[in-house]
């Protein structure tokens, strides 16, 4: 009776040994399902400009918000004679991805063929977490303003803050330690501008526009840029407007507000191919560095 008991034991605790084997394994094979099907938030190009530039880094800077789950590298590449400094942000909204995909190709841009003069930061991801997961912002404690997750309603920041708002103020000191002479945040919208001229509509699409800082320097370049980008371009929805006065506490804002400087705002419509508002993207700011000096 006594080694039947003891057997009955030993059978129970077998088939808990066999049960939690059985669930364990389970949970990774579903665990290894879903990370199959996890859709890459990269496009293959810009899959192998991250494997091959962000791997050997050649010209990484440092990381933003360093040895924390945030943290995102930033690019640094100087020219051979001394020029303006500009800073370039992608990826300040993670479901805008026309403007980390430029920024990713701008690295190769400026690894393969070096700047001649001035010198060129970017911060290819900026909210790192965000274009991980296709949203505009990231997930903030009950109770808090869902816009403190939103990089760009973060500045100047705040380095006491929650995530965003530390990291705006890092982006911040940035500029000013490096002297920052222009500021260009690339941005994307669901709606063609012109498709939203109704003065009383709720919301103004922003896709197609410049948003630039209303001082002189940044307006020159406003102008020249519209006259060139819509040079090309047959009249309609698809041709670019401007805008004076960057929504406060982005970070075109603050350039204007803290520093005196012009800061730009570049949307593409998401209505339009991707690969075209890549080339979009990368035109405005291959037109803004020749305006402000950088070659």
């Not at 705002?265 to 508002?277: A, Q, S």
Request: aromatic residues 8%; negative net charge; hydrophobic residues 40%.
């Amino acid at each position: 009776m006594i080694r039947e008991a003891g057997s009955v034991r030993m059978d129970w605790s077998e088939n808990i040994l066999i049960f939690r084997i059985i669930s364990i394994n389970t949970l990774v094979l579903l665990l290894l399902s879903c990370a199959g099907t996890q859709k890459n938030y990269l496009t293959p190009e810009a899959s192998e400009i991250h494997a091959s530039y962000f791997q050997t880094r050649p010209y990484f800077y440092k990381n933003l918000m360093d040895s924390t789950e945030y943290e995102t590298p930033i690019f640094h590449f100087a020219g051979k004679e001394a020029g303006p400094s500009i800073l370039i942000i992608g990826g300040t909204h993670g479901n805008e991805p026309a403007g980390f995909e430029s920024a990713h190709r701008l690295v190769k841009k400026f690894t393969d063929s070096p700047l001649q003069t001035g010198e060129v930061f970017i911060i290819p991801e900026a909210n790192k977490i965000a274009d991980r997961q296709g949203t505009r912002r990231i997930k903030v404690p009950k109770g808090v303003d869902v816009e403190m997750g939103n990089l760009n309603r973060c500045y100047p920041g705040n380095s006491h803050g929650l995530a965003m708002e530390k990291e705006a103020y890092e982006i911040t000191t940035l500029i000013k330690q490096h002297k920052i002479d222009v500021v260009i945040d690339l941005h994307e919208s669901p709606v063609f501008h012109l498709e939203y001229v109704e003065a009383n509509s709720q919301y103004h699409g922003l896709g197609q526009t410049l948003i630039y800082t209303p001082n002189d320097a940044a307006s020159w370049v406003a102008l020249v840029l519209l006259d060139e980008m819509n040079e090309t371009i047959p009249e309609g929805l698809e041709r670019f407007s401007l805008a004076a006065g960057p929504v406060q506490h982005s970070a075109a804002w603050s350039a204007g507000e803290c520093f005196g400087i012009p800061g730009f705002t570049t949307e593409t419509c998401k209505k339009l191919p991707l690969e075209k508002r890549i080339a979009y993207q990368l035109k405005m700011v291959s037109i803004i560095l020749r305006e402000s000096g950088v070659s």
